[in-house]
DNA sequence: TTGTTACGTGTAAACGGTTACATCGACGGC
DNA sequence: GCCGTCGATGTAACCGTTTACACGTAACAA
């Protein structure tokens, strides 16, 4: 007792396959009545169409595919939100492809004829592992990573943030900076470092690099080592709100006041970083709208698939600046549990 | 220059497209040498089957649905990634669909046919209104659903947790417990608040309850009540974490010590709840272990569709048991920032 | 030699849709 | 009354796989 084909419901209502599919598909010459007729056997055999069918036909799968690295924390849920809010509202599935370590090679070209296109999100892959893994021809956006794919290209603009927070500890007073930096390789690591060093420059303050790896214990021992004064800084900018936290919490457990002797600030805003105590100074991105546009982008190059305007060209290449936000630990104001 | 289809690689290859499926495909009766032949010019063309046809012939999809409540949290992304590591081991894919408000009474129908079976979580529907959506036929496993549902169930037992929180607050001093309970009409909110009120029966301690809605503030106005003596109390307990930390900043605020005056615990055990002031007592869930177990039972039934095997039958009713971790809310020890 | 068996390979029929083309009737202009 | 047109519907080909079945060949036993 499979499920009803078009075949069933052509039977049922006393038509050809050809009305049936017309009928429920929305074509303009058909009879009222027996579209009425259609839709009515239809509903009432629990009739849908079969997607690998349509696919067939189509050559259209109303899919796009997710690529990610591995997932951990919150920035995934916003990210895979942002695309579903866009995705809902085209009728498209999100087909979910986590990208690690060795899996994933050939995970990745087995895609082709499962999805229309594809968000790839790779900050841990160089252009060539990439463009070596993708399934040629099938259009694609990427968040974040390498510049130079052919496809278009979304990212954070980390660089900027970085500087706008630099400028920010600056304004606050601080003169030796520790920039507690991701791990290396990873593309928005690398830019914000970038950024954070050019901005000190200009700005004429000190600037040390502590290695860390996006891990709150990372940022844990980098906050130590500030709070042992084996690094001189008065601020300790991380490069994400974990490792700003893993920080906070050194510094607050060596008594080091927060911000009255160090200044602190991450990147991200994570929802957690309103919530520590004191609150976490950082740059915001909003990881929603940047999965939204991302399938913004990705259902524009596949209705227009190999589409010559000029207008898609700059539009190709957007970045998506982070927004400053003060909170407690970079500002006098505001205080209330420094010993 | 669409993708090349598997008679390109026959033809080129000069053999019938049923050789180079079998070729494919690990067949046996095939000569090593053709099948040689046969991978290095699929290899040369770049051929990947098409997913749409071979579901058609096959009958099978390769890829599971996952039906969540709107997305926030690492909730999600916890429950994905775990769901994610079986998934991938059985070289499936994840077709995510968000269901929520208006949307989604097709969604889920229009599944059928995409999908080889469904991992469904929705807390906050009843059985009939789930009923009515889901595809028949369709192997499923429910995830803290109403119970009765057609297909496995899995859940947390949050009766068992609740309690267990209970008989440990019990046992650190408390006499008069607080129960800060979730929206009514949550299947999570209401086992908890049950299990909370049959443990403080069984061990002859008062439990009052609150009534609130999961919302920090929601916390927040419990823990005020507390405070002011409204309600008498020397524990609250709330029914997650986000409710237990408003409580925890609404005591301090009101100058209560915790754990010193009222002890405070929560359920989740959210990234956030060891970072709080004092850090929170919690109950565990494991959410990664329960979407990998979510996966593993759905696959079980894919592979064994109608199978009447007796053994099925307790199986499919699994409850992943929270684990109590005790930190400083609940405990003398280890006190640095009580006034 | 001939019949049997086993094995490797090809042929063609599904799978369930969409749609170009053919068909058929009704209608209006001449 | 005939023909052209047009609109609604049916027929059948096609999308790319898998696989039951047929077929040819070679090895082997009788």
Redesign the interface.
């Known amino acids: 007792?499979?499920?009803a084909t078009i075949r069933d419901v052509a039977r049922e209502a006393q038509v050809s396959v050809a009305s049936v599919s017309r009928a429920l598909n929305g074509h303009e010459r058909v009879r009222p009545e027996l579209r009425a007729r259609v839709q009515e056997v239809a509903a009432r055999l629990?009739y849908?169409?079969?997607?690998?069918?349509?696919?067939?036909s189509l050559?259209r799968?109303s899919?796009i595919g997710v690529v990610l690295p591995?997932?951990?924390?919150?920035?995934?849920?916003e990210l895979?939100?942002g695309m579903?809010r866009e995705v809902?509202a085209r009728r498209l599935?999100?087909?979910?492809?986590?990208l690690q370590d060795g899996?994933g090679l050939n995970?990745l070209?087995?895609l082709?004829?499962?999805v229309d296109g594809l968000v790839v999100m790779a900050p841990q892959l160089g252009a060539a592992e990439l463009r070596a893994q993708l399934?040629?021809?099938l259009p694609a956006v990427f968040l974040n990573c390498v510049p130079g794919l052919a496809g278009a290209a979304l990212r954070v603009d980390n660089a900027a943030g970085a500087a706008a927070m630099v400028n920010h500890l600056v304004a606050a007073g601080a003169r030796a900076i520790a920039h507690v930096a991701g791990p290396a390789g990873n593309v928005d690591a690398e830019e914000r470092r970038a950024g954070a060093i050019a901005a000190a420059d200009r700005a004429g303050v000190a600037l040390t690099v502590i290695q860390g790896d996006f891990s709150e214990a990372s940022g844990a021992a980098a906050g130590a080592q500030v709070a042992r004064g084996t690094i001189q800084a008065d601020a300790l900018f991380a490069a994400n709100d974990a490792m700003a936290?893993g920080a906070l919490?050194a510094l607050k457990g060596h008594g080091i006041a927060v911000p009255g002797q160090v200044r602190v600030a991450g990147f991200d805003d994570i929802?957690?970083a309103r919530?520590?105590?004191p609150a976490l100074t950082t740059m915001r991105v909003d990881i929603a709208a940047l999965g939204a546009r991302a399938v913004q982008l990705l259902a524009r190059r596949i209705v227009a698939p190999a589409e010559g305007l000029v207008e898609v060209g700059p539009a190709d290449a957007e970045a998506i600046v982070p927004r400053l936000v003060v909170r407690d630990t970079t500002t006098e104001t505001d205080r209330e549990?420094q010993s």
């Open positions: 007792m499979p499920n629990g849908v169409p079969h997607a690998g069918a349509r696919s067939l050559a799968t899919a591995d997932l951990h924390g919150e920035f995934y849920s895979l939100r579903d809902a599935a999100l087909l979910l492809t986590v899996r995970t070209a087995a082709r004829g499962q399934p040629v021809g936290i919490v929802p957690l919530l520590v105590t549990t």
